[in-house]
């Protein structure tokens, strides 16, 4: 058994990453396949084309019988609101449980958003959704606390985990940057790891330095693909939904196989509608 963490702040877009999964690793033709899947991440509401709600729970694990190339993989991910990260990367004083996830773990997925100034729009209730404004950026602070935020989780991680720079332990840590699918539509010419390091150069530095490179895999993806910006939460889809949100709505979920994709940092354009490329490395890198 695996036990992955996956890591992100509220809105990075965890669950409905989750819930793409489950839903890509019921398909026939996929690389990975899961013969036991968490009946809370098959959702409904995915299926008909409406975007996953933001986490209320508190951190609970759930168990994945998977198979790739003929293997049996059994991964255990958890599922919370960002929020405890959040406080966890504010903290020195970390919980015993959370101490315990970090010592178990064997793999690491890192959610970051790569379209950080609206991110917190998209964190704000789900009905200014309509038109998502711009943040009136109030300095750079944000970024350099965020930055000390990642930095901070990651100094401790290596603490709990006795990483130091003689003795680098091999943990695959998987950075996806989410919301590709934004990057593409605005037509920034950036690949994944330099967006990452737009964002949060000074934990960009820290972890290119500090983390095995062999161990360190950085995605673009967009699990909710090109209509994400037009998909709504069930509770909050609109009584007279303009044409375009309808539409939306439709192509999703008449062609739901296709819709996720990633893009990787040699072809930052090119959009494989494979969403278990990245765990794909990481099932690799585990075993190895
Ligand atoms: N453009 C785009 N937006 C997305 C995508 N996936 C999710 N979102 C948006 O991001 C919002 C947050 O996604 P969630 O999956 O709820 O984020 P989370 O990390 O689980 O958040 P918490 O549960 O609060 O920690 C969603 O309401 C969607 O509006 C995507 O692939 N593309
Ligand atoms: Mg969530």
């Not at 949100?245 to 994709?261: E, I």
Request: aromatic share 12%.
């Amino acid at each position: 058994m695996y036990n992955f963490l996956i890591l992100g702040e509220p809105a990075a877009g965890k669950s409905n990453f989750l819930r793409m999964l489950a839903y890509n690793w019921s398909l026939k033709n996929s690389s990975v396949i899961q013969t036991k899947t968490p009946s809370k991440l098959l959702s409904q509401d995915i299926l008909q084309g409406y975007v996953v709600d933001r986490t209320q729970e508190s951190y609970k694990n759930f168990e994945w019988c998977l198979k790739y190339q003929d293997k049996v993989i059994n991964i255990e991910l958890p599922e919370y609101n960002g929020e405890e990260f959040l406080a966890l990367a504010q903290s020195p004083e970390w919980s015993k449980e959370w101490v315990e996830r970090i010592e178990d773990c064997n793999g690491i997925i890192l959610v970051i958003s790569a379209d950080k100034d609206e991110v917190y729009d998209l964190a704000r209730p789900a009905e200014s959704q309509v038109e998502t404004q711009k943040n009136d950026k109030t300095g750079k602070d944000n970024l350099i606390n965020n930055d000390l935020n990642y930095i901070a989780f990651f100094q401790q991680l290596f603490c709990l985990k006795q990483i130091s720079r003689k003795t680098k332990k091999k943990i695959p840590l998987l950075i996806v940057m989410n919301f590709w699918d934004k990057v593409i539509k605005d037509k920034i010419d950036i690949n994944p790891e330099q967006k990452l390091k737009n964002e949060l150069p000074w934990f960009y530095e820290f972890i290119k330095t500090n983390w095995d490179t062999e161990y360190l895999k950085i995605f673009g993806i967009s699990p909710l693909g090109d209509h994400a910006e037009n998909l709504y939460v069930k509770s909050k889809y609109p009584d007279k939904p303009l044409k375009k949100v309808s539409d939306a709505k439709g192509k999703f979920v008449k062609s739901l196989p296709t819709q996720s994709w990633v893009v990787n940092n040699d072809n930052p354009q090119e959009k494989i509608r494979n969403l278990s490329l990245p765990f794909m490395w990481l099932f690799e890198k585990v075993g190895s």
